[in-house]
């Protein structure tokens, strides 16, 4: 079984009337039900919760971690996000939808600035599968569309991703690296492009097969360790 939290700071939802009539129960929600299956063990976190909803508890029980953040991304303790890139170092996995590409753990894992060309307006979306053998990509076309999405271009300022899944084709003629993966110590990173909140971009039954494809990707063969191998944490030698 592999334990997934879904992270969102489900402000849209509660500002953006919008919004809440396409996500009433919040993106969270829907992401969590919508990758629901007998593999997973799914929970979900806001950011109006204690410690985000992201305690040292809920993460060491946590094997892949989801992220969903626009509006409230300077609104993430620096603590928290500390201890979200502890997990990663040692394991956890994490799936970053999204505008969670400017969120704080997701910076800080690349290194780099993550700036990109964006429209937001309403375009046609196709979304090019460019490595068909990768697990992330099982059990789709060549490539699925989107009939209304916000538009991400190049350059996307990240480093040279580990592999690249998907590139995105915009109605406006922007391309876009929209699914990217990479190591940061023993867990794994994958950033998906779409879903802005003003669409129902997460009830569509391919984006959601990307998302259960992706923790089962991401997840730890062995689960979350706290450190390498068999051996107890190293104690200090006495002189």
Known sequence: MIRVTVWNENLHEQTHKEVQEIYPKGIHVAIAEGIASSEFEVRTATLDQPEHGLTQEVLDQTDVLIWW???GHDKVADEIV???????????GIIVLHSGHFSKIFKKLMGTSCDLKWREANEKERIWVVDPAHPIAEGLDQYFELEHEEMYGEHFDIPAPDELIFVSWFEGGEVFRSGCTYHRGNGKVFYFRPGHETHPTYYNKNVLKVISNGVKWAAPIHGV??????HKPLEQIKV
């Open 69 to 71: 953040g626009h509006m």
């Open 82 to 92: 500390d201890r979200v890139q502890m997990r990663v170092w040692q394991g956890m």
């Open 225 to 230: 360790r706290h450190y390498y191998g068999n």
